[in-house]
C-alpha cells in the first residue's frame, strides 16, 4: 500500500490531489505504525533491530519530504521533478569521464566552460 501511495506522487497537480495524498499517507500510518515499529531479536548479534527496517525508512523519508515536495504547485517556473537536471549532469559526467586525466583546477574550469556554453546554446534556441 505505500507504494501505491509513492507512485500516486507523481499524478499530483492540484492543492487538493496534495491534501488527499496527505491524508491517504496518515490513514496509511494509522493503519500500519505498529506494523514498522516492530522490532526483532537479530540471531547473530543478540542486538534489536526493527523488523521491516526498509518499509520503515521509506515511510520516514517521505515524511521528512513533505515540507519540500510540493512546491510546484501554483508555480509553472518551479518544475515538478528533477529529471530534467539529472540528465544535464549525466552529460556533464560523460563528458568528464572522457578527460579524466584533467587535473582538479582543469576539472573546475572545464566544469565552467561546459555550463557556460550550455546556457549560451540554450538562450540561442529560446
Known amino acids: 500500500m505505500l507504494r501505491r501511495l509513492v507512485r ?30 516492530q522490532k526483532s531479536v537479530n540471531k547473530e548479534t543478540g542486538e ?5 527496517d526498509k518499509v520503515r525508512k521509506a515511510y520516514i523519508h517521505l515524511k521528512r519530504a513533505i515540507p ?6 501554483g508555480r509553472p517556473d518551479v518544475p515538478k521533478n528533477t529529471n530534467a537536471i539529472e540528465s544535464f549532469f549525466v552529460h556533464l559526467k560523460d563528458k568528464l569521464r572522457i578527460h579524466r586525466g584533467l587535473s582538479f583546477e582543469h576539472r573546475i574550469k572545464f566544469i565552467r566552460w561546459y555550463l ?3 546556457n549560451e ?3 540561442n534556441i529560446e
Open 48 to 52: 534489536m533491530s526493527y523488523t521491516h
Open 8 to 37: 500516486q506522487i507523481n499524478s499530483i497537480r492540484t492543492n487538493n490531489d496534495r491534501i488527499f495524498w496527505l491524508r491517504e499517507l496518515d490513514r496509511w500510518h494509522e493503519e500500519y505504525g505498529e506494523f514498522i515499529r
Open 121 to 123: 546554446r540554450n538562450r
Open 116 to 118: 557556460y556554453f550550455s
Open 68 to 73: 519540500n515536495m510540493f512546491k510546484f504547485i
